[in-house]
């Protein structure tokens, strides 16, 4: 057993006693509204049945107007990535979808503002307790990765995408899927060839 996976189990084998109030209070919470410039709107997509967790980095601007977690064209990548039709991809009983940060961060110099700290702090384990049957956790960002992949940690994301094999077949580290990270694809071909062939397989063997 890999060290990210030894990791999540303690996380994965009690479901909260009550999801729905837990959900209900996340959606509720205003402890950064403060430093959001649009004012707090966590997205987020979660049911005790889903088989696969999505833990990504925070919502984009987009994704803050729609409240629908990936409804942009990051989600249109990801989504040819696993091979998931939009109507499995939003369908919480299987798909989970639990970014680092909730709410939209605003915009820095480089684009989006990292996510809020406070946010994995307070939500994150009681969330991934409310997750009891996940087997599969695409892990995508270098914050997701520093809270899902210990043995990654200080390392680039392109490194431990580069390691997928060390979480193979229960954590799976993943580049960005946004349409700025093109350059990084066409550098490592080996991504589209060796990777992602096996994560569309072992998304259709979970949930199909």
């Known amino acids: 057993m890999s060290g990210a996976v030894a990791a999540a189990q303690p996380l994965a084998r009690a479901a909260d006693p009550d999801w729905r109030r837990l959900l209900a209070e996340v959606r509720a919470c205003t402890r950064c509204a403060a430093a959001l410039p649009l004012g707090p709107r966590p997205v987020l997509q979660l049911h005790p049945g889903a088989r696969l967790l999505i833990a990504g980095q925070a919502p984009g601007a987009r994704v803050h107007a729609s409240g629908v977690p990936f409804d942009d064209a990051s989600g249109e990548r990801l989504r040819a990535w696993t091979g998931l039709a939009r109507e499995i991809f939003w369908d919480p009983t299987r798909v989970a979808i639990v970014p680092m940060g909730l709410c ?55 490194a431990a995408v580069a390691a997928w ?31 992602l062939p096996r994560l569309r397989a072992r998304v259709a063997e979970l949930i199909g």
């Open 165 to 195: 094999r060390r979480g193979w077949p229960d954590v799976v580290p993943l580049p960005h899927p946004s349409p700025r990270n093109q350059g990084w694809l066409l550098r490592h071909p080996w991504f589209e060839r060796d990777l």
């Open 104 to 158: 939209y961060p605003g915009r820095g110099r480089a684009g989006d503002l990292p996510p809020r700290p406070e946010c994995a702090a307070a939500w994150r384990e009681r969330l991934l307790l409310a997750l009891p049957r996940i087997e599969l956790t695409l892990v995508i960002g270098a914050h997701a990765q520093a809270w899902h992949l210990p043995w990654a940690r200080g390392a680039t994301v392109g």
